[in-house]
C-alpha cells in the first residue's frame, strides 16, 4: 500500500442514490482517503474492506446554496411582515442588540443544525469575517462568501475590495457578495466581478428579490425606496431599469454567479435570462419565499430556459429550519408538477455546479459525503418522508461528521 493511502471502505446498502444516474438497488460504493473510487452493484464489487450500511438509502450530503449562518440566532424572533421594508427594518434593530460572541455561538449553532439534518456544504453569506478564526473547524464544507455593501457611501469601492483581500490570502473556499442593488452600487458590483475573475472565486448577490425593489427602481417609489431613502441611500441610480437588466443585464456579474431568489422579473427581463442562461445560477429558497407569502415562484420557467436552479434555506430570521430535508418537502409541495429526482438534484448536485465542486453526487472523483436513511420503498420517497437525522456514512475526508462503522 502506498504511503499516506487508507484501505478502501466498500460499503453495501440496499440502495444507492447517485443523483445524477438512476438509483441501484444492492448496490456499495468504494470510498478511500476521503474520496469516491467507484459505484456499482454490489455483485461486481472491487476489493475493499467490506461493510453492510444494511437496509438504507445512501445518497450525497445536501448543498444548501443559500444561507446567513450570523442569523441562526434569530430563529422565530421576527414575525412574518407586512412588507419587506419593515423586514429589514426589524432585522436591523436585532442586529444593534448582538455582539461578536452572538454571532460566533450563531454561526456554530447553524453548522450543527446542518450537520445533523444531513448537510454537507453550505454556501454561507458572511457579514462578519473577522470572526472566522473563532469558529470551530468541523462540520459541513463551508463557502464564505464576504458581504460587501455600500449603501450609506459610495466611496472607495477599490479600496473596500482590495482591503478585503487579506482576508482571502490564507486556505479556505471564499467568494464575493456585493449584497444587493439596493445596498450595493454598481461601481462595487464591477469591483467585486473583477475581483472574483482575477482570483477563481464565485460570487453570490441577492437579485430581484421582492417587487418593492422592483418598484424602487423602476418608479422610484415604495416601502423599500422609503426606507432607505431615510438612511441616507442616493437616488440617482432610481428610475428606469429592472434589477435585473441593471445588474445581469450590464455585464455587472462575472461568469457563474449565483443569483439568490430571483423571484420577480418582468418580460425584458426573461429575455435576458433566456439569452444568458448558463452562464449564472439561480438559488430558490423555499421556507422563505413561504414565510414572507411571496407570489408562486416562477421555477418551471427557469428550467425551461436552461438555468442551474439550486435550493438553500436562507437564514433563520426568514425560515424556521435549515433542514434541506424541509425545503425539498417545501419545493414540492409548491410545485407538485416537479419530479422527486428533480427536487433532490437541486438540493445537491445543483449547489455544488454552482461552485464547481466535485461533490453533490455518488460518482466516481468526487467528495465522499454520504448519508444514509432507512429505506421504504421507492428510495426517493423514502428521502421525501424522512422527519428524522440522517445517519453519516461518511464525510469527505472532513472532520466531525463520520459514523465510525457506517452502520449506527
Not at 117 to 139: Q, R
Not at 164 to 175: D, H, P, Q, R, V
Not at 282 to 311: S, T
Request: charged share 20%.
Amino acid at each position: 500500500m502506498k504511503a499516506g493511502c487508507e484501505p478502501g471502505r466498500l460499503i453495501r446498502a440496499r440502495h444507492i442514490l447517485p443523483v445524477t444516474s438512476p438509483p441501484i438497488e444492492d448496490g456499495a460504493v468504494l470510498v478511500r482517503n476521503g474520496k469516491i473510487e467507484w459505484v456499482g452493484k454490489w455483485r461486481d464489487a472491487p476489493g475493499g474492506q467490506p461493510q453492510d450500511a444494511g437496509e438504507v438509502v445512501i445518497f450525497p450530503a445536501f448543498v444548501n446554496a443559500h444561507c446567513h449562518l450570523d442569523y441562526t440566532v434569530m430563529r422565530g424572533a421576527i414575525l412574518p411582515p407586512s412588507s419587506f421594508a419593515g423586514w429589514i427594518a426589524r432585522i436591523n434593530d436585532l442586529k444593534r442588540t448582538l455582539g461578536n460572541a452572538d454571532y460566533v455561538d450563531s454561526i456554530e449553532m447553524g453548522l450543527r443544525e446542518s450537520q445533523t439534518a444531513g448537510t454537507g456544504t453550505i454556501l454561507n453569506i458572511e457579514s462578519f469575517p473577522e470572526l472566522l478564526p473563532l469558529i470551530g473547524g468541523t462540520g459541513p464544507r463551508v463557502y464564505w462568501f464576504l458581504e460587501l455593501l455600500d449603501i450609506r457611501s459610495r466611496l472607495a469601492t477599490d479600496e473596500l475590495v482590495r482591503g478585503c483581500l487579506a482576508f482571502f490570502e490564507g486556505n479556505g473556499l471564499f467568494g464575493l457578495s456585493p449584497h444587493a442593488p439596493y445596498s450595493t452600487s454598481a461601481g462595487l458590483y464591477a469591483a467585486a466581478a473583477d475581483c472574483c475573475r482575477a482570483r477563481g472565486m464565485p460570487l453570490c448577490t441577492h437579485l430581484a428579490e421582492t417587487w418593492e425593489e422592483y418598484e424602487m427602481f423602476v418608479s422610484g417609489t415604495g416601502p423599500l425606496h422609503d426606507l432607505l431613502a431615510r438612511i441616507g441611500r442616493p437616488a440617482g441610480d432610481l428610475g428606469g431599469a429592472s434589477p435585473v437588466r441593471r445588474i445581469l443585464g450590464n455585464g455587472l456579474l462575472p461568469h457563474g454567479a449565483i443569483l439568490a431568489h430571483m423571484n420577480c422579473l418582468d418580460d425584458g427581463d426573461w429575455e435576458i435570462v433566456r439569452s444568458r442562461a448558463g452562464t449564472f445560477s439561480v438559488v430558490h429558497c423555499p421556507g422563505c419565499h413561504a414565510y414572507f407569502g411571496r407570489p408562486p415562484f416562477p421555477l418551471g420557467k427557469f428550467l425551461e430556459a436552461g438555468v442551474n436552479v439550486c435550493l438553500g434555506t436562507d437564514s433563520l430570521a426568514s425560515n424556521r429550519s435549515l433542514s434541506m430535508f424541509e425545503e425539498i418537502r417545501a419545493v414540492l409541495r409548491a410545485h407538485p408538477w416537479l419530479p422527486v429526482p428533480a427536487a433532490l438534484h437541486m438540493a445537491t448536485r445543483a449547489g455544488a455546479a454552482a461552485v464547481g465542486g466535485a461533490f453533490g453526487a455518488v460518482e466516481p472523483g468526487f467528495a465522499a459525503d454520504l448519508v444514509a436513511i432507512p429505506a421504504e420503498g421507492d428510495p426517493h420517497e423514502s428521502i421525501v418522508r424522512w422527519q428524522g437525522a440522517p445517519i453519516w456514512i461518511s464525510s469527505g475526508g472532513r472532520s466531525g461528521q463520520e459514523t465510525p462503522d457506517g452502520d449506527k
